[in-house]
C-alpha cells in the first residue's frame, strides 16, 4: 500500500466504514438489498485502491456483509482475514428491490400518495429504519469490543452504512438520510475525548 496520508491521534482505535465497489444497480440506481449482484470491472478497479492511503495497518476485526459485493470488495482491497456478519446487510428493501426511488415515487404520485423517504418511512413490504437500526446496533457492540485491541474495519453497504454513521453518534437511525456515501467511498469514526464522531465521510479510493 502507499503511504498514509490519514492523519490519526496516537493510542485511539478507528473505525473504518467502506462502501462496496461499483454494481450495475449503483450506477443505475436502482435499489439493491437482498439482490447478490457482482462488482462492475469499475468497481473492482476501484476495491484494489480503496485503502491505499490509509498505509499498512493491521486491523483487530474485519466485519463484512455476506452479499458477493462486499466481500468480493474486501478481498481486492487485500484483506486476507475476515468475518461475515449477516446484521451489516444492505435494508431490504421489500417490494423496492430492483426498483430506482423515481420509478416509485411516480407510482405513488399516479395513484394520489403523498411524499415517501426511506428513512422515515421505511420500504414497502421490507425493512423501517428503526429494525436496521437494531442490525447496525448489534454490529457496534461487537466493534466496540473490538475497538479495545485495534483499528476495526468494516465492509458494507450505502443505506445500512448511513445508518450506522447515525448510531455511532448516537442518533436516532433515521438520521441516516443525512449521511450519503458513494460506492467504493469510505468514512473513518472514532472518539475524541470520550465523545464518538465523525472523522472523515464519503473519502473516495485513491483512483
Keep these: 500500500m502507499l503511504a498514509s496520508t490519514h492523519t490519526r491521534e496516537a493510542d485511539v482505535s478507528e473505525l473504518i466504514v467502506v462502501r462496496h465497489g461499483e454494481t450495475e444497480w449503483s450506477v443505475s440506481g436502482q435499489h439493491t438489498g437482498t439482490t447478490d449482484i457482482p462488482l462492475t470491472a469499475r468497481g473492482e478497479q476501484q476495491a484494489r485502491h480503496l485503502l491505499d492511503d490509509l498505509g499498512e495497518r493491521a486491523f483487530a476485526a474485519v466485519l463484512v456483509s455476506p ?19 449477516e ?27 403523498g411524499p ?18 437494531a442490525r447496525v446496533d448489534r454490529v457496534l457492540v461487537r466493534v466496540r469490543a ?27 437511525p433515521e438520521h441516516g438520510v443525512g449521511f450519503l456515501i458513494d460506492a467504493a467511498h469510505r468514512g473513518v469514526l472514532t472518539d475524541k475525548r470520550g465523545l464518538p464522531v465523525l472523522q472523515h465521510w464519503n473519502v473516495p479510493p485513491t483512483s
Design 87 to 113: 446484521d451489516l446487510t444492505e435494508w431490504d428493501y421489500g417490494d423496492l428491490e430492483g426498483r430506482t426511488t423515481a420509478e416509485y415515487l411516480a407510482e405513488r404520485e399516479a395513484a394520489g400518495l
Design 67 to 85: 452479499r458477493q459485493r462486499a466481500r468480493r470488495t474486501a478481498e481486492l482491497a487485500g484483506i486476507e482475514e475476515i468475518e461475515v456478519v
Design 116 to 133: 415517501w423517504e426511506l428513512f422515515t418511512d421505511g420500504a414497502p413490504g421490507g425493512e423501517d429504519a428503526a429494525a436496521v437500526g
Design 146 to 172: 473490538e475497538l479495545e485491541r485495534g483499528d476495526v474495519l468494516v465492509v458494507g453497504h450505502s443505506h445500512t452504512s448511513r445508518v450506522l454513521v447515525a448510531r455511532w453518534l448516537g442518533l436516532g
